[in-house]
């Protein structure tokens, strides 16, 4: 079992570039969240998904793009790549109303 | 906008002290939940108390909610140097999602 996996977990990225992080749970949850976290701060929601093929926005979606296409995996997008999203990601999923589970992270530095 | 507010934002403790940490919040909640994160590491969900209750244990963590002040603290017993991390406090409105505060950094000296 081997919870929540995040792939890659750590990306140097230049500045109007793109990349996708993947996010896999194994453990048949319906909601899956990614959050962004920077230094000294808690979690802040970027983007969240009810179930398979729903998605919705959180507290800072703006440069960000989500698809949920399998309730499995959860996949984040940065369609060009600003340094102010440099930060650690992390993706997360529950049962409703319950305990999250996080994965490791993904470091993502923009020059 | 943060829902949570946590204080102190950092302590600094004696390995066998306790610990407490406290977290404010600004609307109804249906539950709220308490994490910790080790320095480079994901969170892990420590205890989750539900609007309904006031107070839980759960080894040596004890919680306390108080909706009527829209508070609850986070009691460690007995600490130790493996405690020390980050903590959070997140809460949920009922919408599927959570809400975490800043956090408190609690370091415990051996």
């Known amino acids: 079992n081997a919870g929540v996996t995040q792939t890659p977990k750590f990306r140097v990225l230049k500045t109007g570039q793109s990349m996708t992080l993947l996010c896999a749970q194994d453990?048949?949850?319906?909601?899956m969240y990614w959050y962004r976290q920077d230094p000294g701060m808690g979690l802040r929601l970027i983007h969240y998904?009810?179930?398979?093929?729903?998605?919705a926005k959180g507290e800072v979606p703006d440069g960000y793009n989500v698809s949920r296409l399998k309730k499995q995996n959860f996949l984040l997008g940065l369609e060009s790549a600003a340094p102010s999203q440099t930060s650690v990601y992390f993706c997360?999923?529950?049962?409703?109303?319950?305990?999250?589970?996080f994965g490791p992270g993904t470091r993502l530095t923009v020059t | 906008s943060q829902q949570g507010e946590e204080d102190p934002q950092a302590l600094s403790i004696q390995e066998g002290e306790n610990a407490t940490m406290n977290c404010s919040y600004k609307?109804?909640?249906?539950?709220l939940q308490w994490y910790r994160q080790n320095s480079g590491r994901g969170l892990v969900h420590l205890i989750l108390i539900r609007s309904n209750e006031r107070e839980k244990h759960s080894g040596r963590l004890r919680v306390t909610l108080d909706t009527s002040k829209k508070s609850s603290s986070l009691l460690i017993t007995a600490s130790r140097a493996a405690d020390t991390a980050s903590y959070f406090c997140?809460?949920?409105?009922?919408?599927?999602?959570?809400?975490f505060g800043q956090g408190t950094t609690l370091q415990v000296k051996p």
């Open positions: 997360a999923s529950s049962e409703i109303a319950d305990e999250q589970y």
């Open positions: 997140a809460t949920d409105d009922n919408t599927g999602k959570l809400i």
């Open positions: 609307t109804s909640i249906n539950n």
């Open positions: 998904s009810v179930g398979e093929g729903t998605t």
């Open positions: 453990m048949n949850h319906e909601y």
